[in-house]
T-cell receptor, first 117, second 114 residues
Framework: AQSVTQLGSHVSVSEGALVLLRCNYSSSVPPYLFWYVQYPNQGLQLLLKYTTGATLVKGINGFEAEFKKSETSFHLTKPSAHMSDAAEYFC???????????????FGQGTTLQVKP | SAVISQKPSRDICQRGTSLTIQCQVDSQVTMMFWYRQQPGQSLTLIATANQGSEATYESGFVIDKFPISRPNLTFSTLTVSNMSPEDSSIYLCSGAGQLNTEAFFGQGTRLTVV
């Protein structure tokens, strides 16, 4: 079984400040981990993913995340927030290769990021 | 990544009626999925759309309420049957490619039942 917990349903930062969105997962198989962003009235856009290999993954728009197996975490960071980063962010997990569940996502509750001028 | 088109993008429907949502992918995908996003909530998987066979439903979702078709590797439909206001949600289609290392999403269908 798999699950995802995002700590903090709302995060507010000032423009130019560090963005940190927290995600912890539970998985009985080696996971694939994802961060998606959803802008108002739009679908989901993939920010970045971890499958295998390097644990620090870089994504679009300056975001990155680090897979920490010992902490079962996959926190999303960005060094300097921009007004255009304001959106809903979802962390998701799927089974890894060989699990039979790749592509099938379990989502966290979502975190709304507010960026103040 | 593939591009997924969903139709309609939004609709307002009367209770007791049914709506069929279409999902078209611009390339063949191994797996397709349907999700529901209730107002202010996260995404919940409804079912896996299997090509040429019956969909696989998640707990809490049944075929009579959400019949799904997938006649080929690029197309799927989800029907929301006998709708009630509680069905008002965004419905999203996703596809996963051959390696299945990521899923990409359509823009969603915003359904309001009155």
């Amino acid at each position: 079984a798999q699950s995802v917990t995002q700590l903090g349903s709302h995060v507010s930062v000032s423009e130019g400040a560090l963005v940190l969105l927290r995600c912890n997962y539970s998985s009985s198989v080696p996971p694939y981990l994802f961060w998606y962003v959803q802008y108002p009235n739009q679908g989901l856009q993939l920010l970045l993913k971890y499958t295998t290999g390097a644990t620090l993954v870089k994504g679009i728009n300056g975001f990155e995340a680090e897979f920490k197996k010992s902490e079962t975490s996959f926190h999303l960071t960005k060094p300097s927030a921009h007004m255009s980063d304001a959106a809903e962010y979802f962390c998701a997990v799927s089974g890894g290769r060989g699990s039979g569940n790749t592509g099938k996502l379990i989502f966290g509750q979502g975190t709304t990021l507010q960026v103040k001028p | 990544s593939a591009v997924i088109s969903q139709k309609p993008s939004r609709d307002i429907c009367q209770r007791g009626t049914s709506l069929t949502i279409q999902c078209q992918v611009d390339s063949q995908v191994t797996m397709m999925f349907w999700y529901r996003q209730q107002p202010g909530q996260s995404l919940t998987l409804i079912a896996t759309a299997n090509q040429g066979s019956e969909a696989t439903y998640e707990s809490g979702f049944v075929i009579d309420k959400f019949p799904i078709s997938r006649p080929n590797l690029t197309f799927s439909t989800l029907t929301v049957s006998n709708m009630s206001p509680e069905d008002s949600s965004i419905y999203l289609c996703s596809g996963a490619g051959q390696l299945n290392t990521e899923a990409f999403f359509g823009q969603g269908t915003r359904l309001t039942v009155v």
